[in-house]
T-cell receptor, first 115, second 112 residues
Framework: EAQVTQNPRYLITVTGKKLTVTCSQN?????MSWYRQDPGLGLRQIYY???????DKGDVPEGYKVSRKEKRNFPLILESPSPNQTSLYFC??????????????FGPGTRLTVL | QKEVEQNSGPLSVPEGAIASLNCTYS??????FFWYRQYSGKSPELIMF????GDKEDGRFTAQLNKASQYVSLLIRDSQPSDSATYLC????????????FGSGTRLSIRP
């Protein structure tokens, strides 16, 4: 089954404790992206990657890191989480070759709480 | 000014009527526009995309794009209770070609 998976689905942590949210897709997609979703603010892009070893900042990259060492995986790293990073996070992927019609496929989401 | 703006709603529409959802964007370089539907607690899923001026129809859904007015809309005909969800408008291909900008979403409620 074609899908985007994220782990963990729920995480409660404390300020300053490094964490990684994994994202994996099995559709051979080139483009992968991380979003956070907050009430009233909609989906905001954190980072995106157009291919292996190619990443770029979205609208809200501060406090996050990403890497793309393999095509299928795009982990999101919070080196020193803070309470303002409490949010619902979505990973998404798409073919990336035809931008005008590039459909994003979203993972199930990770609900992160930073105390 | 937000780059992609939507009325947050809620928009309440009687069952069987036409629901009209609107979106404006500020970056004239934006090339493509997408409408996603998101049920509460779920991930967004694509309804349709549009990149040419005019109308595009897919079943009960019609997307409309007016680049001169920087305006995108989604019409849902014969609205059903299952259409109750948040609808997200997104643009791609603006000042940064690969960046995707989402609006904050419009909550639609179809009343029986």
């Amino acid at each position: 089954e074609a899908q985007v998976t994220q782990n963990p689905r729920y995480l409660i942590t404390v300020t300053g404790k490094k964490l990684t949210v994994t994202c994996s897709q099995n559709m051979n997609h080139e483009y992968m992206s991380w979003y956070r979703q907050d009430p009233g603010l909609g989906l905001r892009q954190i980072y995106y990657s157009m291919n292996v070893e190619v990443t770029d900042k979205g609208d809200v990259p501060e406090g996050y890191k990403v890497s793309r060492k393999e095509k299928r995986n795009f982990p999101l790293i919070l080196e020193s989480p803070s309470p303002n990073q409490t949010s619902l996070y979505f990973c998404a992927s798409s073919l990336g070759r035809t931008r005008r019609t590039d459909t994003q496929y979203f993972g199930p989401g990770t609900r992160l709480t930073v105390l | 000014q937000k780059e992609v703006e939507q009325n947050s709603g809620p928009l309440s529409v009687p069952e069987g009527a036409i629901a009209s959802l609107n979106c404006t964007y500020s970056d004239r370089g934006s090339q493509s526009f997408f409408w996603y539907r998101q049920y509460s607690g779920k991930s967004p899923e694509l309804i349709m995309f549009i990149y040419s001026n005019g109308d595009k129809e897919d079943g009960r859904f019609t997307a409309q794009l007016n680049k001169a007015s920087q305006y995108v809309s989604l019409l849902i005909r014969d609205s059903q209770p299952s259409d109750s969800a948040t609808y997200l408008c997104a643009s791609q291909g603006g000042s940064s070609a690969s960046k995707i900008i989402f609006g904050s979403g419009t909550r639609l409620s179809i009343r029986p």
